[in-house]
């Protein structure tokens, strides 16, 4: 079974991971890029997915990390 999707999110002080679902940050960083190697060490060890917001809070990006139900071909 898949884990909890990780988002990546702005917050007043830098960067956060925040789980799908969950009301608390897992954890906060200074930077974006820090805070997505989080997300995607999670991920993978969750096989979720990672969601990137941009500043704007709307989704720029995603990565799947788990059971991809459409793998692209070659």
Same mark, same amino acid.
């Given at each position: 079974?898949?884990?909890? !999707?990780?988002? =990546? =999110?702005?917050? @007043?002080?830098?960067?956060? =991971?925040?789980?799908?679902?969950?009301?608390?940050?897992?954890?906060?960083?200074?930077?974006?890029? $820090?805070?997505?190697?989080?997300?995607? $060490?999670?991920?993978?060890?969750?096989?979720? $997915? =990672?969601?990137?917001?941009?500043?704007?809070?709307?989704?720029? @990006?995603?990565?799947?990390?788990? !059971?991809?139900?459409?793998?692209?071909?070659?």
């Amino acid at each position: 079974m898949a884990g909890k !999707n990780q988002h =990546v =999110v702005r917050r @007043e002080d830098g960067w956060a =991971v925040l789980g799908a679902g969950n009301s608390r940050d897992t954890a906060r960083y200074g930077t974006q890029a $820090e805070a997505i190697d989080r997300a995607t $060490e999670i991920a993978r060890n969750q096989q979720s $997915e =990672v969601l990137i917001h941009g500043r704007d809070g709307r989704i720029r @990006e995603r990565n799947s990390y788990g !059971n991809d139900p459409f793998p692209p071909r070659g």
